[in-house]
């Protein structure tokens, strides 16, 4: 990938509005009349008290219905349990967002997730992170930066890769067309957001220590505050990774990425500078897992 090909600057690294109406309910202060309760053909009339049988009837549903969502939130799930089409890359059955019962990822290589489990779920958990990572904001900052490429990529990919991230990254004819200061940092009064939202993964292909696997994501990229010139946008890309197991994790071998899918933009108003930094400096992100 050359650079520009994310957010036009990207390509070294990595690779609306429902209108939603409120509505009060009850809003009329309209008078009650209670009506009589003897005749049960009027449509207000009062129903007959549920005798005994009901109720156990009633009471036992909800004891089911509990014992249901108990065992399906039950955790450490194995994939044996999966039908057929779920464990089949592309089917209907491997849908993103499908409970699994499988426990989220625990490990941290700094703060970013890691010791992914040995399977698909496990390649697709790595693969939104690792989007993550690659598209904040620390990418800017030189030791962070190599944290995150050390953390994300195969040791001999990261190694390699190095001085070119250095070279999109500071150069400063980039910085300041983007808005900002030659060292990579904000302007006072205006806060730098770079931010990838995952909004799920597919298995394109899997081997035993290898798997390629897509990432849709919309990203937010842009300087939040009063006066800025180059305001928080939303943009959309999907980023295929190919990852290697690697000292008992999954890392970044390479990738591609193109724009979209992208939906069709609604009339919701945009926020203010200031609700917009506050939101990015008040909701952290997530680690995501399938």
């Keep these: 990938m ?25 809003g009329t202060r309209q008078t009650r009349t209670r009506l009589p309760d003897g005749d049960p053909g009027h449509p207000h009339a009062r129903r007959p008290v549920r005798n005994s049988r009901s109720l156990v009837t009633i009471t036992g549903i909800v004891v089911l219905l509990v014992a249901a969502i108990a065992f399906a939130n039950r955790g450490g799930g194995s994939d044996d349990d999966a039908s057929p089409d779920a464990k089949k890359p592309g089917t209907a059955g491997s849908a993103p967002t499908a409970a699994t019962g499988t426990q989220p990822v625990q490990g941290k290589n700094g703060t970013i997730a890691s010791g992914f489990a040995h399977d698909e779920q496990g390649a697709q958990s790595a693969a939104a992170n690792y989007s993550v990572a690659l598209v904040s904001d620390g990418m800017f900052t030189q030791a962070r930066r190599r944290e995150i490429s050390e953390a994300v990529y195969a040791p001999d ?10 070279k999109v990254y500071s150069d400063e004819s980039f910085l300041t067309s983007i808005g900002l200061n ?19 993964t597919k298995v394109e292909k899997y081997a035993d220590d290898t798997a390629s696997v897509a990432v849709w994501y919309s990203a937010l990229f842009g300087l939040a505050g009063e006066g800025s010139k180059n305001p928080v946008s939303e943009s959309w890309y999907t980023t295929t990774y190919e990852l290697r197991w690697v000292g008992g994790d999954w890392k970044i071998s390479d990738f591609q990425q193109k724009d979209g899918p992208v939906p069709v933009g609604r009339d919701q108003a945009a926020s203010s500078a200031e609700e917009m930094a506050d939101a990015v400096q008040q909701f952290g992100g997530f680690t995501y897992a399938r």
Excluded at 160 to 166: E, G, H, N, T
Excluded at 182 to 200: C, H, K, M, Q, Y
């Design 157 to 166: 990919v990261a190694s390699a890769r190095q001085s070119d991230l250095d």
């Design 2 to 26: 050359s650079p520009g090909d994310e957010h036009d600057y990207r390509g070294k690294e990595q690779g609306g509005r429902t209108d939603d109406p409120y509505s009060t309910l009850g």
């Design 182 to 200: 030659p060292d990579g940092s904000a302007p006072e009064g205006l806060t730098f957001i770079s931010r990838a939202n995952p909004v799920g």
